[in-house]
Nanobody
Framework: QVQLVESGGGLVQTGGSLRLSCAASGGTLSSYSMGWFRQASGKERDFVAAINWNGGITSTADSVKGRFTISRDSAKSTVYLQMNSLKPEDTAVYYC??????????????????WGQGTQVTVSS
């Protein structure tokens, strides 16, 4: 059973940056591909970015491409989401997730086995 805990969310102005972290425990992080999703108020949970088990392959949603970068540090059992040039439409709760389908990044929610509790990101205009 893998436990995931997100951190790093907060309030930032348009154009600012944040780095989200997802700390994993209770399992070997390299056994999983990892993903970030976000859910704005009243909307569905959408894919943001994902990374395969060794960090060699990443996938990023078109809406954040060029602004957000996913990475992982296996020694620290942590996955990161660096968010730059933030916009008000990036405001959402951001969730980290782990998938046993580890060879390639997974963009679909139903491919994930474990989820964190989420961290709020608010971008003011």
């Amino acid at each position: 059973q893998v436990q995931l805990v997100e951190s790093g969310g907060g309030l930032v102005q348009t154009g600012g940056s944040l780095r989200l972290s997802c700390a994993a425990s209770g399992g070997t992080l390299s056994s999983y591909s990892m993903g970030w999703f976000r859910q704005a108020s009243g909307k569905e949970r959408d894919f943001v970015a994902a990374i395969n088990w060794n960090g060699g392959i990443t996938s990023t949603a078109d809406s954040v491409k060029g602004r957000f970068t996913i990475s992982r540090d296996s020694a620290k059992s942590t996955v990161y989401l660096q968010m730059n040039s933030l916009k008000p439409e990036d405001t959402a709760v951001y969730y980290c997730a782990a998938s046993r389908m580890r060879l390639v990044p997974q963009p679909r929610r139903d491919m994930y086995d474990y989820w964190g509790q989420g961290t709020q990101v608010t971008v003011s205009s």
